[in-house]
């Protein structure tokens, strides 16, 4: 048990010391902050996005959860260019993170058309919820 | 004069008036009686008037024994080419006719145009005269019944039918008068179109009748063939060269003769056809007096006489036509004693005159039968018409079993019938006597055959003339004079009796249902108590007395409940529209004989000699002697007749169980119509049904084969069509079917599993792309345990 817990804190906190308990790891992961770990944040934030979109019934969740995955994606973005900014010595300085403000304001956009095209069909038949939208099928 | 045309063409107006116009502008029954009869009306006048023209116009000088034709209307009717026909020389050694080498040509058009001779102008008159009665009775004996105009419209168009055959100039005409008055004939007996028994009639009349029409005009084409012309003058003319054929011989006179007298068999109703006569009955009783006894039935005679100098060339004709002339009227005469229907009785009566007509044919008396066609149409239609008042008082009941007593009810119906009764019995000096007695005696002194058959004959027709003075009687006691069978609704008119009788019917109905017996008994009480407590100021004499009347109704009463069915009626005379042409009938009937006086002028013999010839028989002594002999013997089964109908009734019904063999014979009419029904009409559908498996079996081979074989070949070319080429066609379209089955299940319409798909999509992307990685990641998170693995050799390494 102990082991499998062992091997889900290596995922997560991404620390190098294989060896040593829970607690040290805890404490090397959350201190030495790595680009391991924003990876992971931004994959489970992907995953859970995902699984928003997949199970939740209500259309504005769905939207929150695909809101989800786009910040996912940006916080990967920002991870890597601070990364790559770190290891070629100052070049290519804020390439991630002016790319992460376009995706945002693109998010910002969708956001209000898919608002405006979800409260249109709410007033044509009072419902957000997606297994009832079912008018493209055969 | 020339105004002929116009007799049979204004009874043609009314009927367009009536037939065309009365039903959509609803014309009152006033209005459609009023045009009925104003068409007859002025027909009769016409007659009238041109009946005297005439007479003085063939007397003129030059237009001796001429008919006249009338100019207007006069046209070519059927325009036919020239052709030739053999003229026949008469070979003077053997009487025999010999066929020459020369041809006549002749012009086969035929003409359509109205003549008036001494035979057409009283024919003429006589129809109109009675037609015009029996219109007017028949305005009261149809009110308020339904299709009034209807029935005004079909009795017009038969007036203006009988006078086309009548006044037509040719044979043709008379053929299309003839059908005519068929149709009409047709037409009237189903004129209760609802009932069964009228529809089937009617067409029985029509059928027959059509058996006989076929004679008529295979008789019309052989006349056409041997003389080119069916003009009757023109035949007239060319007979002269034709010898007689004697007896035995049949050469194409007597042809011609049988052709026709089918003709007449058909239509006058003579043994074996007379059956539709009878069923004709079912008409209105205005049709049964107008056509199948006075007017329509008489063109078979008609025909005779017209053609008298055809007939008169054959004799074996003659002789046919006289033994089916009196056959037939002693047939018909016993079948009419045991009828128990008013009108049959008088069907058969009327067959059994017209068999006297053709016997008087027969034996070359042509003047004699159109003599009795006038009288027999007087007061056959006069007891027809008083048949009709007496089953228009009994509320349409015509079994003459249940009546009886009508005498005080029907004044005047019963007296005018007793006149026709006398005259049908040929009681001097009525009409009957007089025409019968010179049919009879011309019978007896006939010289064409061997004076051996005439004795016969007259023997046969003697006989009948008494069975009808019994048949007669028996319709008049059993009517009029045997006691009541009915009873009465209320006392309109009549003695005490009839009072009483109603206050039984009275307490009768109060009663209501229950069986005989019990309201036979219970009625006679209850109404001994009803006639005391009935009005108690009565003083004690009339109680008694009505108390003693009480007690023999009560026998009665039990007499007559015994029997099921009484009827309960309220006779009532008719009002004067019918009892008026009854009076004038009667009138006729009484007196029309004297225009054929035996001694002194003889008028109608006068009348009619241009038309046929008569025998220079003189009148005398052994005709009175005949004449009293058959008066007694009638009178005698008259008084018979009411002797056991009226005073003894039982010994009726003891006769009837005695001479059962005949009784039953008489009352099943000879079995003829079972064999006409039954039998014959049985043979025949076999033998159509073995025509018909003729035709199924050997003709129908032929076309049915080459369909056959159509169909296989098409069978075979149809399944390549069908599992070669479209097996194609039908797998593309079932493939796409399918697909679509399993492709469609994918476009789920939500939202969620399209994602899902996507993501599935795009984990087995990253899968396949980036599967090195993955595996290095796998190792990199579970690091290989460190595996025992057998320590290498150190040679090896």
């Known amino acids: 048990m102990i082991n499998l817990l062992n091997h889900i804190l290596l995922i997560l906190l991404q620390s190098e010391a294989a060896s040593s ?9 959350l201190f030495n902050v790595n680009i391991n770990n924003f990876l992971v944040l931004s994959s489970l934030l992907f995953v859970i996005g995902i699984a928003g979109v997949l199970t939740r019934r209500n259309v504005i969740v769905i939207f929150m959860s695909i809101e989800l995955i786009l910040n996912a994606v940006n916080i990967n973005l920002v991870a890597f260019s601070r990364y790559w900014f770190l290891q070629s010595e100052g070049k290519n300085a804020y390439m991630g993170e002016i790319f992460t403000i376009f995706v945002i304001v693109v998010a910002a956009a969708e956001a209000v058309v898919g608002l405006g095209i979800i409260i249109a069909y709410y007033r044509n038949k009072e419902t957000v919820a997606v297994d009832e939208i079912d008018l493209m099928k055969w | ?31 459609i009686g009023g045009v009925g009869v104003a068409a007859v009306f002025l027909a009769f006048l016409l007659s009238l008037v041109a009946f005297f023209n005439y007479s003085s116009w063939s007397k003129q000088p030059g237009n001796q024994a001429k008919p006249y034709i009338s100019k207007t209307l006069t046209y070519t009717w059927i325009a ?8 026949n020389t008469v070979n003077t050694s053997n009487n025999t006719l010999e066929e020459t080498s020369k041809n006549n040509i002749v012009d086969l058009s035929i003409r359509w145009a109205y003549q008036i001779d001494h035979l057409s102008a009283l024919y003429a008159l006589f129809v109109t005269f009675v037609g015009l009665l029996i219109h007017i009775f028949s305005i009261g004996y149809m009110h308020s019944q339904g299709g009034f105009a209807r029935f005004f419209a079909y009795l017009n168009l038969f007036m203006f039918m009988m006078l086309t055959l009548v006044l037509g100039s040719n044979l043709l005409m008379t053929f299309v008068g003839w059908e005519g008055v068929g149709l009409c004939s047709y037409l009237l007996i189903g004129f209760y179109m609802t009932r069964k028994e009228a529809a089937e009639a009617s067409k029985k009349a029509f059928i027959i009748n059509r058996i006989g029409d076929l004679g008529f005009i295979l008789a019309i084409i052989a006349i056409f063939s041997t003389f080119g012309t069916v003009e009757y003058q023109e035949i007239a003319r060319l007979i002269e060269t034709y010898p007689v054929e004697t007896l035995g011989t049949f050469g194409v006179m007597s042809f011609i003769s049988l052709g026709l007298f089918i003709g007449a068999t058909g239509k006058s109703a003579q043994f074996p056809l007379y059956i539709w006569l009878p069923d004709a009955m079912a008409g209105p009783t205005p049709v049964s007096a107008l056509i199948h006894a006075a007017t329509m039935v008489t063109a078979g005679i008609y025909l005779l006489a017209r053609m008298n100098f055809i007939f008169e060339r054959s004799l074996t004709m003659m002789l046919i036509i006289a033994i089916i002339g009196v056959l037939t009227a002693f047939i018909a005469a016993t079948i009419a004693i045991t009828q128990k229907d008013i009108k049959k009785i008088l069907a058969y009566s009327t067959i059994s005159q017209l068999g006297f007509m ?14 009795h066609v006038l009288t027999h149409a007087f ?31 029907l004044p005047t119906t019963y007296k005018t019938m007793v006149i026709s009764w006398l005259a049908i019995c040929g009681i001097a000096p009525l009409a009957g006597f007089w025409s019968k007695d010179e049919i009879l005696a011309k019978t007896f002194s006939s010289t064409i055959f061997h004076p051996v058959i005439g004795k ?6 003697f006989l009948t003339a008494g069975i009808t003075a019994f048949y007669m009687t028996r319709l008049m006691a059993l009517t009029f004079w045997s006691e009541q069978k009915f009873l009465g609704e209320t006392a309109s008119d009549g003695g005490e009796t009839t009072d009483d009788s109603d206050k039984e019917s009275k307490t009768e109905q109060h009663q209501g249902g229950g069986s005989f017996k019990i309201r036979a008994v219970t009625a006679g009480t209850i109404n001994t108590e009803s006639t005391s407590s009935k009005d108690p100021i009565t003083s004690d004499r009339e109680t008694n007395k009505s108390n003693a009347e009480t007690e023999v109704i009560k026998e009665q009463r039990l007499k007559i409940n015994l029997e099921p069915s009484v009827l309960v009626v309220n006779p009532k005379e008719s009002p004067l529209l019918m009892t008026l042409p009854l009076v004038i009938l009667a009138f006729f009937a009484a007196t029309a004989g004297f225009i054929g006086l035996p001694i002194g002028y003889n008028w109608i013999e006068n009348w009619l000699k241009p038309i046929a010839s008569t025998d220079t028989h003189l009148f005398g002594t052994v005709d009175i002697i005949l004449a009293l002999v058959t008066m007694i013997w009638s009178g005698a089964m008259a008084y018979f007749a009411y002797h056991i109908y009226v005073k003894k009734p039982q010994i009726a019904d003891d006769l009837a169980i005695k001479l059962k063999p005949f009784y039953q014979l008489s009352a099943n009419k000879w079995y003829w119509d079972d064999l006409l029904d039954v039998k014959l009409a049985s043979l025949i559908n076999k033998f159509n049904n073995l025509l018909g498996e003729v035709d199924r079996f050997g003709l129908d081979a032929i076309p049915n084969g080459s369909a056959l074989i159509t169909r296989g070949v098409s069978i075979l070319s149809g399944s390549m069509d069908r599992y070669g080429l479209d097996l194609l066609v039908n797998l593309i379209g079932w493939f796409t079917r399918v697909a679509s089955v399993i492709l469609r299940t994918f476009q789920t319409g939500f939202l969620n599993n399209y994602a899902l798909v996507i993501i599935i999509g795009l984990v087995i992307i990253i899968v396949g792309l980036e599967y090195q990685a993955i595996q290095e990641f796998y190792v990199y998170l579970f690091p290989a345990t460190p595996k025992i693995t057998p320590t290498p050799t150190p040679g090896i390494k």
């Open chain 1, 21 to 29: 308990g829970v607690k040290e790891r805890l404490l090397e992961g």
């Open chain 2, 1 to 31: 004069m020339d105004l002929i045309w116009l007799i049979p063409i204004l009874p043609l107006i009314g009927f367009l008036i009536n037939g065309l116009l009365a039903k959509r502008f609803n014309f009152s029954e006033k209005l």
């Open chain 2, 379 to 409: 007061f056959k239609a006069q007891l027809f018409l008083g048949a009709g008042s007496v089953i228009h008082a009994m509320k349409d009941e015509q079994d003459i079993t249940k009546m009886g007593g009508l005498k005080k009810y």
């Open chain 2, 80 to 87: 036919g080419g020239k052709a030739s026909i053999p003229i």
């Open chain 2, 358 to 371: 053709f016997l008087s044919c027969g034996v070359g008396a042509f003047v004699a039968g159109v003599f």
């Open chain 2, 456 to 461: 016969f004959l007259w023997f046969l027709a």
